[in-house]
């Protein structure tokens, strides 16, 4: 996968005097099926999480509360999202670099991912990732 197959995907938000709220079904409004649900929270002043890809999982990011900065990497580019509201969500395929950092503090971020825990799944090293990817970011 490359940085052409990550996008920021609005979510539906049911407006509402009461206090608003958005949903995410699997398949539907994320091109996965939801295997896991994890959440990071607590984080330091200054601290990044993240730093490896995933060969196979796939994952939606959200900012559930708060903001911090994604940076995603396809071996070829890097860009950085912010993400800093509950209806938006990044979607990150398999094959990607991401790193996050500059959490805000008390931030909540939420990741959905289409596969259960697997430490296998972790590509940790940085130049061995860049090395098995080719120009169409296959690896
Ligand atoms: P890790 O994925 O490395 O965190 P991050 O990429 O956000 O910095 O996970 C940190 C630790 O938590 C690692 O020891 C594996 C464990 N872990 C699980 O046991 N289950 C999970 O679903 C996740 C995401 C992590």
Known sequence: MTLNNVRVIHLPK???????????EGNN??????????????????????GHAFKEQ???????????????????????????RSYYGLYVPKGIWRQMENFSTNSL?????????????YIFDYELFCKNKDQNGRS
Do not use: C
């Not at 409004?29 to 993240?50: A, L, M, N, Q, S």
């Not at 971020?109 to 799944?121: C, G, Q, R």
């Open 14 to 24: 049911i407006l509402d005097r009461r206090g608003n709220l958005t949903f995410i």
């Open 58 to 84: 796939d994952e939606l990011i959200v900012a559930l509360s708060g903001s911090f900065d994604i940076v995603l990497d396809d071996g070829f580019e890097k860009k950085t999202y912010q993400l800093n």
């Open 109 to 121: 971020s939420m990741i959905l991912a289409s596969t259960a825990f697997n430490k296998e799944d």
């Open 29 to 50: 409004h994320i091109p996965f099926e939801i295997k896991r649900t994890y959440w990071i929270y607590d984080v330091p002043g200054g601290e990044i999480r993240g």
